[in-house]
């Protein structure tokens, strides 16, 4: 009886550490994620914040373009926020519904900073994927290559591609994206380095795999950890960018928006009376700033390695 019970003490110790054992990288990465309060914090709220800038127009009471001539020059003392007139956020200096403008500067905003980041996680890794892995002179010129481009300013340079090519939206994914590459590269080669004298990577290369196959099927996937933690802490870094261009009225240019010119504009009427205007862009552009890095970071310790 005591060795049955034995038995069955043993066999559920053995099953225990196998399923312990048989858990996958990113099995342990959910579960410490979710342990980071913070980061799980910042999901929620970026969530919050995208529901809001893709949706928040069905509950506007007008179109972002509708302009309220009877509050235009008025709007310190009669295009408050209220909720009787429709205005959740107020109205801005001429008289469009602020609240309308805030759902379509937010959602600009985070598409920029996400377009950007994907541009430049996409050229970023396969560039210092093939430099890390083909070695050797080629590699020596792509750095170098990479070195002379790091070093010349990168706002100069976005703003030179906006003067010359125009103000659109396209010209802004566009530039932000192809300039914001580099950083990634280096990261990209640096893990490359490390991960394509890998057994599997030797048995590719026995079977006669390609290499560039071998880049695609092997070395980028493995890739995936530092990529996905660099583009979450990249985006926020692309929505300063975007903010700041259109803060010098070189970034979306009217009738759109983002948050960078609704708090340009609200700047430009404190002096009024008219907190509101720079107050509610304001508060969304920093809660998505702080909920990126949160989740950022959350998804840098819980793909740690070292961790597990």
């Known amino acids: 009886m005591k060795l049955a019970q034995r038995d069955a003490v043993l066999l559920e110790e053995t099953m225990g550490l196998a399923e312990i054992r048989g858990r996958s990288l990113w099995a342990d990465a ?9 980061a799980v914090a910042g999901l929620v709220v970026l969530v919050l914040v995208a529901l809001f800038a893709f949706f928040g127009q069905v509950l506007a009471q007008y179109e972002p373009q509708h302009v309220d001539f009877s509050l235009m020059g008025a709007n310190a003392w009669r295009g408050v926020p209220s ?6 956020f107020g109205v801005d200096s001429d008289g469009r519904d602020l609240f309308a403008r805030t759902v379509q500067g937010t959602r600009i905003s985070l598409l920029v900073g996400i377009v950007g980041a994907l541009v430049a ?3 970023g890794t396969l560039y210092g994927a093939v430099a890390g892995y083909v070695g050797g002179r080629t590699d020596q010129v792509m750095m170098r290559t990479v070195d002379i481009l790091m070093s010349i300013p990168f706002m100069f340079v976005l703003i030179l591609m906006l003067v010359i090519f125009g103000r659109s939206i396209f010209m802004l994914f566009l530039g932000i994206g192809l300039i914001s590459w580099l950083d990634m590269s280096r990261i990209a080669r640096g893990q490359t380095l490390s991960i394509k004298n890998k057994e599997f990577v030797e048995a590719a290369v026995a079977t006669g795999v390609r290499p560039f196959t071998i880049i695609l099927r092997h070395v980028v996937p493995n890739l995936a950890g530092i990529v996905i933690v660099y583009s979450t802490l990249l985006v926020p870094q692309m929505i300063i960018f975007e903010s700041f261009i259109s803060y010098l009225g070189l970034g979306v240019q009217e009738p759109m928006t983002s948050l960078g010119a609704l708090i340009n504009q609200g700047a430009s009427q404190m002096n009024n009376g008219t907190l509101w205007m720079m107050g509610f862009p304001l508060f969304f552009f920093l809660i998505t700033l702080f909920a990126f890095f949160f989740v950022g970071d959350g998804l840098r310790d819980a793909l740690d390695p070292k961790d597990r």
């Open 121 to 123: 996680v996409v050229v």
């Open 30 to 38: 959910r579960g410490r994620f979710i342990r980071n309060k913070a």
């Open 83 to 88: 909720l009787e007139t429709g205005h959740y």
